[in-house]
């Protein structure tokens, strides 16, 4: 089955920074979630996206959702140590289908 | 409200044994589904609802069996256990079409010996 093209696959940083990560795709989607997992739980959603264009944020999180329907991008401003975690983006076409998963950016933040 | 409640949150299964995993909603949402995570995988559907008496395959449904009688409820059941199916399974519902409120239960983690 499809998945999202979800990057970096990893990223180290310092707290303070700011991150960014994207998710492509080769075929559109009319909704995007962004979601984080800490370790045993189950994935909590953090934006979610309804319309081409539409930039929406929450707190330090921004994300938007790409024009031609096939991408969207999430930064995380000024991380701090509770940042740290698995995010996945998500795309749903609508009607009864699922939501199609990309594989995760690991965040791992350095003190 | 609770939101999404999967049970058990752990189990340890012999290959061909059969159990039926837990999820119950209290959003009154149309849509209910069950996902496996496995490393590296991302999560993949295995089965869908969008309401009461109505059930769909997903993905990966093979091994798997759902039922939806009331909204509220969507048990998924391994008829006969594989270590393949060696999982964590995560139930999650929304409104329907948009994905609005799209939830996730914390988790069921299988292991199958």
């Known amino acids: 089955g499809q998945q999202l093209n979800q990057s970096p696959q990893s990223m180290f940083i310092q707290e303070g920074e700011d991150v960014s990560m994207n998710c492509t795709s080769s075929s559109i989607f009319n909704t995007w979630l962004w979601y984080k997992q800490d370790p045993g739980e189950g994935p909590v959603l953090l934006i979610a996206?309804?319309?081409?264009?539409e930039l929406t944020s929450n707190g330090r999180l921004t994300a938007q959702f790409g024009i031609t329907r096939k991408d969207s991008f999430l930064n995380i401003s000024a991380s701090i140590p509770s940042d740290v975690g698995i995010y996945f983006c998500a795309g749903l076409r609508g009607g009864a289908d699922g939501l199609t998963f990309g594989k995760g950016t690991h965040l791992i933040i350095q003190p | 409200n609770a939101g999404v409640t999967q049970t058990p949150k752990f189990q340890v299964l012999k290959t061909g044994q059969s159990m039926t995993l837990q999820c119950a909603q209290d959003m009154n949402h149309e849509y209910m589904s069950w996902y496996r995570q496995d490393p590296g995988m991302g999560l993949r559907l295995i089965h869908y609802s969008v309401g009461a008496g109505i059930t769909d395959q997903g993905e990966v449904p093979n091994g798997y069996n759902v039922s939806r009688s009331t909204t509220e409820d969507f048990p998924l059941r391994l008829l006969s256990a594989a270590p393949s199916q060696t999982s964590v399974y995560f139930c999650a519902s929304s409104y329907l079409g948009t994905g609005e409120g799209y939830t996730f239960g914390s988790g069921t983690r299988l292991t199958v010996v």
């Open positions: 996206l309804y319309k081409a264009g």
